[in-house]
């Protein structure tokens, strides 16, 4: 066991009064906050910029996204000095297409991520913290919304919507965001009902704290994590879904958006006749947002579940930080200790 | 079977929901569909009863009222009849919808249970080596997990068909007309079928190593494998106890993603232009044609929840607790 056990909290009691009230402090400090691992790091900076380009992507684009520029080439051009990110059939700009391109999707995104996530407090909690008939009904509800393909769902719905329904980004968000939350009220209507029966809930409870304000203020703090978790998941759903929606010209291609893009990509052969910079450039931010997001709620994995966490520190940052360096392959049945925790770090304060 | 007779009903309900569902949405949407369809058959001749049959699909222009139409539209469907087809010569939905249906199931059948298996496989294998290289997949997986599995179709076909020219870049076949049951027209079909499959299979997989790495570190921790270790069994069966048991969670979330892969294989389709039920749903959609993209969404939606029970038989026959608890 020279893997740093010794270091954790446990290891030495610390004495000093005040020096505990430090420990305490720290290790709220410290509960709070996301293990600072690489991955985390990398998909909140990647989330971060895709959240500016958002913003600002829009009034950098070079060129009007559907302006098609005047040559008499018939072919889409590989990137060049005037087209950073080369033409599409039409001569437009590629790079322009895609930094409009961006805000509607990160939008319909969030939009149904907020929306889903709304429905799904909603649905969860409720359907937990009730318990009986309702919890029957709507535990029943989530899982039809479950097992329903949500894509041709989604399709025929689409299908059938007038075309001018096709380029508002809030009502787009929003049908995506009915088809999208079943999943993650089903993991907090677990989680709230493990909560119900906790002592200090069943203490509120005795004081006579009314149902909403236990729900509130005893309950939903300690759904934070698994809310963020499936808020990210939904956001991830949103911006697949969307893509998908687009590429299909459910929506209207016109109203710029990555899968729009790939709409044209592909209409126009782009894949079969190797003009990599028109699908690559769509298909590469759709990954790489999803990427982020999902790196993120591998954070919040390893939050909940600190096992998960073992491998973060890798041997050759451990030998550099000066830490006992863990070994090539864990044994079994033990989960070691890789960082020193808070009283750890408390220790060396004077 | 308790268990068993309650999944049933559920998913016979599901399934009674579903068809309301595909009923319901072409009444409520704003816009009057009839027009949609007849606006898109400019150059075919409509004769009255064509108008006739849409009105009554989709109930604008009937005087019956809103149950009724109901129960008819039941009616229909328990005797097979999907309503006519607009973009396919008016053929009846049906046998529409027949002629596509191999392909689907061939394709997304096989590659969803290669997936399945590929992945759970090596998420044991993963987690078995925890910290060592093998974790520098997880992220690799995380971003094919993230891609659009039709944007991975989009690669696969510009680097192995095109500047490769490994496999064919589209369709399911190579032959225009049907040569019979051969051997050329097999490795023809497999040939064209292989790329396809290997997207889907790629595009999946990162889902299930990575739920069967998380269930398996957990499992690992338990006493049963530490004991296992202990007595000396063979690495290879402490390795079979563990995974036994933390193949549970996989197999019950299959259920559940089974209807998200479908979904993407479904767009897969359309990339390579396979001519199965994703590909006909497209066109159906470009051409408005409303009933056999209300056709097309009840045979998938009904396909799901078969795979989705067949998952339940197989848990339950896996967890005898579960048979217990009835």
Redesign the interface.
């Given at each position: 066991m020279a893997i740093g056990i010794t270091e954790d909290r446990g290891g030495t009691p610390v004495t000093d009064p005040a020096l505990a009230v430090a420990a305490t402090a720290a290790r709220r400090g410290r509960g709070m906050r996301l293990p600072r691992s690489a991955?985390v790091l990398t998909g909140l900076g990647m989330l971060l910029f895709f959240l500016v380009l958002a913003i600002v992507g829009p009034s950098l684009a070079p060129d009007n996204p559907a302006a098609s520029a005047v040559t008499n080439v018939a072919l889409p051009q590989p990137p060049s000095a005037a087209h950073w990110l080369g033409t599409t059939q039409q001569q437009q700009d590629v790079l322009s297409q895609l930094l409009t391109g961006g805000r509607s999707t990160i939008l319909v995104a969030f939009v149904a991520g907020l929306v889903a996530t709304a429905i799904s407090i909603g649905v969860g909690v409720t359907a937990g913290y009730t318990g009986g008939r309702t919890d029957d009904l709507l535990s029943?509800l989530a899982?039809?919304f479950?097992?329903?393909?949500?894509?041709?769902?989604l399709?025929?719905?689409f299908?059938?919507?007038?075309r001018s329904?096709g380029s508002n980004d809030l009502l787009i968000g929003l049908i995506i965001a009915i088809t999208g939350w079943a999943?993650g009220a089903r993991v907090l209507r677990v989680q709230t009902l493990s909560l119900r029966n906790r002592d200090y809930v069943e203490s509120a409870r005795l004081i006579g704290e009314r149902g909403w304000r236990i729900i509130g203020f005893e309950i939903l703090p300690n759904l934070i994590p698994i809310i963020a978790s499936s808020f990210l998941f939904t956001v991830?759903y949103g911006v697949?879904t969307y893509?998908?929606l687009a590429?299909?010209?459910?929506v209207n291609p016109n109203h710029w958006s990555w899968g729009g893009m790939?709409f044209y990509?592909?209409v126009s052969n782009?894949?079969?006749?190797?003009y990599?910079w028109w699908?690559?450039p769509p298909?590469?931010a759709?990954?790489?947002?999803?990427?982020s997001?999902?790196?993120l709620n591998?954070g919040i994995?390893e939050f909940i579940?600190p096992?998960?966490r073992?491998?973060g520190l890798s041997r050759r940052r451990a030998k550099k930080a000066g830490q006992a360096v863990?070994?090539?392959?864990?044994v079994?049945?033990?989960?070691p200790v890789l960082r020193p925790s808070g009283p750890a770090r408390v220790r060396s304060l004077p | 079977m308790r268990v068993i007779s309650r999944r049933i009903a559920?998913?016979i309900?599901?399934a009674v929901?579903?068809v309301t569902?595909?009923f319901f949405?072409?009444r409520v949407?704003?816009?009057n569909?009839v027009d949609a369809v007849l606006a898109n058959m400019q150059g075919t001749v409509v004769t009255q009863s064509t108008r006739r049959a849409l009105e009554l699909q989709f109930g604008s222009g009937t005087t019956e009222g809103l149950w009724g139409q109901y129960i008819h539209f039941w009616a229909n469907i328990l005797h097979g009849d999907l309503g006519v087809s607009t973009s396919n010569g008016m053929a009846s939905v049906t046998s529409v919808i027949r002629g596509a249906l191999p392909w689907t199931l061939g394709l997304v059948g096989t590659a969803t249970v290669i997936s399945f298996g590929l992945g759970t496989l090596l998420g044991v294998l993963v987690a078995w080596?925890?910290?060592?290289w093998l974790?520098q997949l997880?992220?690799v997986t995380?971003?094919f997990?993230?891609?659009?599995y039709?944007?991975l179709?989009?690669?696969a076909?510009?680097l192995f068909?095109?500047?490769l020219g490994w496999f064919p870049?589209?369709r399911a076949y190579g032959q225009l007309d049907f040569p019979g049951f051969n051997w050329t027209y097999i490795s023809d079909v497999l040939d064209h079928a292989l790329l396809p499959a290997l997207t889907i299979v790629v595009a999946s997989a990162a889902g299930w190593i990575v739920g069967m790495r998380?269930v398996m570190?957990?499992t690992?921790?338990?006493?049963y494998?530490?004991i296992a270790?202990a007595k000396g069994l063979p690495r290879r069966r402490?390795i079979w106890y563990a995974a036994r048991n933390a193949i549970l969670p996989s197999v019950s979330g299959l259920?559940?993603a089974?209807?998200?892969v479908?979904?993407?294989a479904?767009?897969t389709e359309?990339?390579f232009s396979y001519p199965g039920l994703g590909f006909l749903?497209?066109s159906?959609?470009?051409q408005?044609d409303?009933a056999l993209?209300?056709g097309?969404?009840l045979v998938?939606?009904l396909a799901?929840?078969a795979a989705?029970l067949a998952a339940d038989f197989v848990y339950v026959f896996l967890d005898p607790r579960v048979r217990q608890e009835a």
């Open positions: 991955k029943m899982n039809f479950l097992v329903m393909p949500a894509l041709p769902l399709i025929v719905i299908g059938f919507l007038p329904g999943w991830l697949g893509t998908a590429f299909l010209a459910l790939l990509a592909q782009a894949e079969v006749s190797g990599w699908f690559i298909g590469l759709v990954a790489l947002m999803g990427t997001l999902a790196l591998f994995d579940n096992r998960l073992a491998a863990p070994p090539r392959r864990f079994l049945g033990v989960t | 559920f998913y309900l599901t929901a579903a569902v595909d949405i072409p949407m704003p816009g569909p080596r925890r910290g060592s974790d997880l992220p995380t971003f997990q993230a891609a659009p039709f944007f179709a989009f690669l076909v510009d068909a095109t500047k870049p589209s998380n570190i957990t690992m921790d338990e006493d494998v530490l270790q402490v259920s559940l089974i209807g998200f479908v979904s993407g479904l767009l359309i990339v749903m497209l159906a959609v470009g408005s409303f993209l209300q097309i969404f998938i939606t799901v929840l989705n």
